[in-house]
Nanobody, 122 residues
């Protein structure tokens, strides 16, 4: 069983930056494909970014491409989401997710964290 814990959410002004972290335990992190999703109030959960188990393959939603960067440190069992040029529409609870097997840009992940709140003020 894989446990995921997100951190790094905060209140930030438009144009600011944040780095989210997702610490994993209980599994073989280097074999996990990982993803970030977010859910804003009254909206459905949406894909943000994903990264293959083997570093090098990343995927982004069009809405964050060029502003967000997903990365992982297999030695630390941790995934990151660097968010720059934040906009009010980025306000949401951000969730990390994991699965053994190929990366997905849909919600087909087996393990989920509890979420961390990101609020971008205008």
């Amino acid at each position: 069983q894989v446990q995921l814990v997100e951190s790094g959410g905060d209140l930030v002004q438009t144009g600011g930056s944040l780095r989210l972290s997702c610490a994993a335990s209980g599994g073989t992190f280097s074999n996990l494909s990982m993803g970030w999703f977010r859910q804003a109030p009254g909206k459905e959960r949406e894909f943000v970014a994903a990264i293959h188990s083997v570093p090098g393959g990343t995927y982004y939603a069009d809405s964050v491409k060029g502003r967000f960067t997903i990365s992982r440190d297999n030695a630390k069992n941790t995934m990151y989401l660097q968010m720059n040029s934040l906009k009010p529409e980025d306000t949401a609870v951000y969730y990390c997710a994991a699965r053994y097997g190929g990366v997905r840009t849909t919600g087909e992940y087996d393990y989920w964290g509890q979420g961390t709140q990101v609020t971008v003020s205008s």
